[in-house]
Each structure stands twice: as structure tokens, then as C-alpha cells.
């Protein structure tokens, strides 16, 4: 059997949970292979609203195996209160989740790098959740990481310290910087206690093997692709590769495993944190954009920044993926506004340019096509036919320019509101 991946097109927040909660019922296996709590997946059932961090979207549904791949970062405070809830809510979360062993873990220190790093950064910051993202993938890279399957180790306790010891003196560097850890440490202790009641696995043996058993595989990706550490906005992105070879590190498959790439976008386009947006919108129309899409961070609740689709952007994001199937969320968004753009090209110094560019910074003027709004509550619709005219204009606008079908659109929060074409 094949990888199926699920991935983020823009800067996150695209609707990857409703995704996968809506795609899991034909996976027997749902895997995050990167990123850790600055993710926030929500989900709608029930009238509830459920925001998943570190666990994968697939976890409400009956027989689906939720594993944490090694490509991800685990703080044990969060994934506690995470399944604590989950177990108020009758998930049998410890029959049903898997870590990987060489998944790193998020020290308290980690979080205050983090924050020290930012306040550093003063108006250059990255705009970071502040969850210690960025310092524990720079343990992992330099080597000096703790993993989940350290926790097992008789001298654990001795590494945290001399871990802990390192960045405790990196700390002493930035000028003013205090902080106090002794309850955060508690809680993350207590939190590991947690951890070692779940099952760890080497992750990479078992994908294989459920695999090779013909069990169908769904990769879920966190943040998106222009948040990529190779290929995002940089240095406004995250610590991990978000793009779909991300899933081939972060689970321990071969390239060749990987089948569908289904690529997230919303109808327009959000930003939250710092770093260049060039179809961003600082008028009313962009405020609407926010207030309709109830465009607010599931993580820390700030005020995401709007504005329209940027396909200069989705077709760098399809290409490097290699996007086989487009899934279009909040078009429901869009309902009430006449007209509504969609950037084709960019003009850089007065020349038109149609490649995503290496620095996104610049003065960029995007060139915008305009679209007849449908001006229609688009909420019930369930069949794609049933669609108005200028909704499927821009569908298949958006087809046409990126050369992928768009086979899922979304009209609202609910799993229901899918239209699967
Ligand atoms: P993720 O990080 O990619 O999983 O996305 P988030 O959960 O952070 O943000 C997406 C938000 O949009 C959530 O509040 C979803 O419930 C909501 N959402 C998802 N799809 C739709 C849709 O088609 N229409 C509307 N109005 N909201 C949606
Ligand atoms: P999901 O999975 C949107 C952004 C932050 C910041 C930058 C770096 O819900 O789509 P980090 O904490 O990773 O060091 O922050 O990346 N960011 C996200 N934006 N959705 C996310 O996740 C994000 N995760 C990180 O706002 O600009
Ligand atoms: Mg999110």
C-alpha cells in the first residue's frame, strides 16, 4: 500500500484537521510526521469543536491507528492535556495512539529559548506560537536533542540536566531575559509519567510493516508549505520541512511509498505571525475576509492576516509538492462579496513575474484576474452541479492555471459540508 499525504498549501491553518477527520474513514492509519504544538486542527462534529496539537485528526474515529512520527517535536505537558481531554471525551487514546522513538521532546527550556530568541528579534521576530519549535529542531539538528525514546534510558535524568545545564547558560546570554521554569519542569515530569504510559514504537519498522499488511497510510502535515524551512518565507517560517518529502523523513518511507498528495487551500488566503503576504489586505475587505472566516488562531488566538488567493503562490506549492488532487476550504467564505481577485502574477520592479521569488519581502504588487462574485449562500450545497456559475468559473480557473483537478471543496465547518467530486 501507498502513503497517502495530506498537506497545507499556504502559511497553515488551511482546514487540514477537517481533512482528515473527513478523509479517514478510508485509512487505517493516520500519521503527523512533523511540527508539534504551534499546530492547532480543528474539528467540527456534534455542534463541539475539537483543536488537535500533537495528535493526529484521525483520532475520533473508531479502528484508525494514530501514530506521532519521528519528524515531530512532542512536548509532554501539551500531549498530556491533550489526551487527558480526549479521555474525558471516551477516547480510548492509549489503545489508539503510537509515538515514534525518535521523536524529540520539547524541554521547558526550549520554550523559553524560544521566547528569549523572539524578544531578541524585537520587531524582526518570526511572529513564533512561542512553543519551542524552532530551539528543540536546532538540538535535533545539532545533535544535542532528547528523544521520546530516551525516556526509557536509566540515565535519562542525567541528560535532561546536562541538556537543561546548556541552555540555561545559552539563557544567561540574552540581556534581561528572566524567566522561572519550576512549574512548567513539574508539570513536564509528570507529563513524561504520561508518555511512558502510551506505546513507543520505532516508527519507521512499523509503518513498513502496517503497510507491507496493506493498511492504507494517511500522512497529515502541519503548518503548510510557505511556512517550509527550505521553501516558505524564510527566516518567517517554521523549523520543519511542512512540504510532502517531509512525510518520506518524518515516517521513515521511501519516496516511492508516497501515492496521492492531496493539497489544501483555502479560497483565499490567511496569515498569522510575521513575514511577507504580497495579496494581503489592509482594507475593509480584508477585515471581512477575517470577521466572515472567523480568521482567529486555534493556538493562540491572534488575528490572522487576510487576503485573496495568490496562485503565484499555490502553483510553487503544487509544483514542490507535487499535488495530485486540490481541496478548496472556505469557499462558504466568499458568498457575500461581488467581486472577488485572485493574484496570477506579481510585478517586481515593473517586471511581471509568474515564479514564486526567492526574496518575498520586496515591494511586490500582485496582478490580480477578477471574478463575478456568486453572491448566494453556498452552505447546502452537497453536489457540484448544484454550484452557480461563477463559483465553478473560479474552480476551474484554479484547474486550469495549476493543472490539478480540485476534487474536494469544503463549505463549511462541519465533516458534512464536503462536497467530494
Ligand atoms: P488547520 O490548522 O489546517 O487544521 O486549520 P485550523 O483548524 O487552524 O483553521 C481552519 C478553521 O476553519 C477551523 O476553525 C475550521 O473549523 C474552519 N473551517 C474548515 N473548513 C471550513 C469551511 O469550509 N468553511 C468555514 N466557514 N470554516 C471552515
Ligand atoms: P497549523 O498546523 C499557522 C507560524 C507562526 C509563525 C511561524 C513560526 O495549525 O496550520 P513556530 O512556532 O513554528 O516557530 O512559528 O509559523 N505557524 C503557524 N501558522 N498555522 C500553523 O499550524 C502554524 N504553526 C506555526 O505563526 O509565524
Ligand atoms: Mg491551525
Known amino acids: 500500500m501507498k502513503v497517502d499525504v495530506v498537506l497545507g498549501l499556504q502559511w497553515g491553518d488551511e482546514g487540514k484537521g477537517k481533512v482528515v477527520d473527513v478523509l479517514t474513514p478510508d485509512f487505517g492509519v493516520i500519521a503527523r510526521f512533523q511540527g508539534g504544538p504551534n499546530a492547532g486542527h480543528s474539528l467540527h462534529f456534534g455542534d463541539k469543536v475539537h483543536v ?11 479502528n484508525a491507528v494514530n501514530i506521532i512520527g519521528n519528524g515531530v517535536v512532542l512536548d509532554p505537558v501539551t500531549f498530556a492535556q491533550e489526551t487527558g481531554e480526549l479521555e ?13 522513538k525518535k521523536a524529540h521532546l520539547i524541554l521547558p527550556t526550549h520554550r523559553m529559548l524560544d521566547a528569549a530568541s523572539e524578544a531578541a528579534k524585537g520587531k524582526a521576530k518570526i511572529g513564533s506560537t512561542l512553543k519551542g519549535i524552532g530551539p528543540t529542531y536546532m538540538d535535533k539538528t545539532g545533535r544535542n536533542g532528547l528523544r521520546v525514546g530516551d525516556i526509557l534510558s536509566p540515565s535519562f535524568m542525567e541528560r535532561y540536566e546536562r541538556l537543561k545545564q546548556k541552555h540555561i547558560a545559552m539563557l544567561a546570554q540574552f540581556e534581561g531575559f528572566t524567566y522561572d521554569i519550576a512549574e512548567y519542569e513539574a508539570q513536564w515530569f509528570a507529563g513524561i509519567e504520561t508518555l511512558r504510559q502510551f506505546t513507543i514504537i520505532e516508527a519507521e519498522h512499523e509503518m513498513n510493516r502496517l503497510l507491507n499488511n496493506g493498511q492504507a497510510v494517511l500522512a497529515e502535515g502541519a503548518q503548510g508549505s510557505l511556512l517550509d524551512v527550505d521553501y516558505g518565507t524564510y527566516p518567517f517560517v517554521t523549523s520543519s520541512n511542512t512540504v510532502c518529502a517531509g512525510a518520506c523523513i518524518g515516517l521513515g518511507v521511501a519516496p516511492n511509498r508516497i501515492g496521492e498528495v492531496f493539497g489544501i487551500f483555502k479560497a483565499y488566503c490567511t496569515r498569522v505571525g510575521s513575514g511577507p503576504f504580497p495579496t494581503e489586505l489592509f482594507d475593509q475587505t480584508g477585515k471581512d475576509l477575517q470577521q466572515i472566516g472567523h480568521e482567529f488562531g486555534a493556538v493562540t488566538g491572534r488575528e490572522r492576516r487576510c487576503g485573496w488567493l495568490d496562485l503565484v503562490a499555490l502553483k510553487y506549492s503544487a509544483m514542490i509538492n507535487g499535488v495530485t488532487q486540490l481541496i478548496m476550504m472556505k469557499s462558504d467564505v466568499l458568498n457575500t462579496f461581488p467581486t472577488i481577485k485572485v493574484a496570477v502574477a506579481y510585478e517586481i ?37 448544484e454550484f452557480p456559475r461563477q463559483f465553478k468559473e473560479y474552480v476551474e480557473f484554479i484547474e486550469r492555471e495549476t493543472g490539478v483537478p480540485v476534487k474536494i471543496i469544503s463549505v463549511g465547518p462541519d465533516r458534512d459540508e464536503t462536497i467530494v467530486r
Open 52 to 62: 488537535l496539537r500533537s495528535i493526529p485528526s484521525g483520532i475520533f474515529r473508531e
Open 349 to 385: 520592479g515593473g517586471q511581471r513575474v509568474t515564479e514564486f521569488p526567492y526574496e518575498t519581502n520586496e515591494e511586490i504588487t500582485p496582478i490580480y484576474k477578477e471574478f463575478e462574485g456568486w453572491s448566494c449562500d453556498i452552505n447546502g450545497i452537497r453536489r457540484y452541479e
Open 88 to 100: 474525558q471525551l471516551g477516547v480510548d487514546v492509549k489503545a489508539k495512539i503510537r509515538i515514534a
